[in-house]
């Protein structure tokens, strides 16, 4: 049988109370220009869903927490943004990337239609 012993003054013996352990993850968060497109991004996607609550419920999000980013009011991560992607059936590089005009190709930049 186990007996568990402490000391009086409620201590562990030997070093006292054993340190606390450092977190040493490395936060990636989105740049200025990301951020600016991901609230872009999800103002049009509320308009191409009618309402926030269809788009949250397409995204996976709370509607509160989509307002909060689509206003500034809370930054957004890449996880926001791999929602709002896949809400718009876009890769996350498209939907936060340099905006194409609709009338040239993606890759080359080529006008479309043109001879």
Known sequence: MLTVVRSPSGEQEGEGAPARRRCNFVTRSLTDTERMRLRAALRNLRALYGSWSCLAEV????????????TGESA?????AMRAARAAG????????????ADKCEHCGARRGAP
């Not at 957004?76 to 926001?80: D, L, Y």
């Not at 876009?90 to 005009?101: H, N, Q, S």
């Open 90 to 101: 876009l890769t996350i590089e498209r939907l936060l990337g340099r905006p194409v005009a």
């Open 59 to 70: 995204a996976g999000m709370k509607v509160r927490t989509l307002r909060a980013i689509a």
């Open 76 to 80: 957004g991560s890449h996880g926001s």
